[in-house]
Nanobody
Framework: QVQLVESGGGLVQAGDSLRLACAAS????????MAWFRQAPGQEREFVAS????????YYTDSVKGRFTISRDNAKNTVYLQMNSLKSEDTAVYYC?????????????????WGQGTQVTVSL
């Protein structure tokens, strides 16, 4: 059974940094594209970033380009999201997910496994 556990969220001020981590188990981690999504209250779940199986190709939504960096350590079965220059609009619950269908990277339906989420709150 696939399990994803996110950690690293918290309450920070605008301009601060956080590093989120997602520990995976129950799968051959290196065989899957991984991604981070986020969801603010009253909003749809939004794609944030994805990373290829070998970690060489990354893709980001426009609003986080230049500020966030996704990475993975296949030896530790862990994917990370380094979040710099945080803004209040980054406030959301952040989820990691396993891509299980070869559709669009930004489409939630192409991800069948999700973590419990970690709350990121950025104050002004």
């Amino acid at each position: 059974q696939v399990q994803l556990v996110e950690s690293g969220g918290g309450l920070v001020q605008a301009g601060d940094s956080l590093r989120l981590a997602c520990a995976a188990s129950g799968l051959t981690f290196s065989s899957y594209v991984m991604a981070w999504f986020r969801q603010a209250p009253g909003q749809e779940r939004e794609f944030v970033a994805s990373i290829s199986r070998d970690g060489t190709i990354t893709y980001y939504t426009d609003s986080v380009k230049g500020r966030f960096t996704i990475s993975r350590d296949n030896a530790k079965n862990t994917v990370y999201l380094q979040m710099n220059s945080l803004k209040s609009e980054d406030t959301a619950v952040y989820y990691c997910a396993v891509r299980t269908r070869n559709g669009l990277l930004i489409t939630t339906a192409n991800y069948d496994s999700w973590g419990q989420g970690t709350q990121v709150t950025v104050s002004l």
